[in-house]
């Protein structure tokens, strides 16, 4: 059966069910993908999804896992950034967390790797799509 260009179908991340799928062929890069809430809608791409926040990262992991994704959905919880290191993030926002500027104080304030998508895509070819909330 032909999936068509846009189609209803399930899928879960905090708030809601189901997501409308679009076709894309080749790699996508999603950065803060959240739950996955576009990059589990790409039928027919290869998608490299970036979550830097832990607990929504587990989102993504179930989502991806639930929808028989993980052949073609690799998953990174760790943020990208101009050099490598550690960024400070809000926590416990679900998936409105940020970036803390220098000195900036949050109650639930956690540290997550950075990287840079040189580094991330290792060679690999560059993506013909990326999305990013950010």
């Known amino acids: 059966m032909a999936i068509p260009s846009l189609a209803l ?3 879960i991340w905090p708030g809601g069910r189901g997501c409308l799928f679009f076709r894309h ?3 996508m890069l999603e950065s803060s993908a959240r739950a996955g809430e576009l990059a589990t809608r790409a ?3 290869r998608v490299l999804a970036i979550e830097p926040i832990p607990d929504t ?3 993504l992991t179930r989502n991806v896992a ?3 994704l993980g052949e073609r959905m690799r998953v990174l919880n760790l943020g990208l950034g101009r ?3 550690r960024l400070r993030f809000t926590g416990g926002l679900d998936t409105v967390n940020q970036v803390l500027a220098e000195g900036e104080l949050a109650e639930d304030a956690l540290e997550v790797p950075v990287r840079t998508l040189d ?3 290792d060679g690999q ?3 013909r799509a990326i999305a990013s909330d950010n």
């Open 9 to 11: 179908a399930p899928g």
């Open 57 to 59: 990262f587990a989102w």
């Open 25 to 27: 062929s080749g790699r």
């Open 43 to 45: 039928v027919g791409a």
């Open 83 to 85: 050099r490598e290191g």
């Open 119 to 121: 580094a991330v895509l």
């Open 125 to 127: 070819s560059p993506t």
């Open 66 to 68: 639930v929808n028989g």
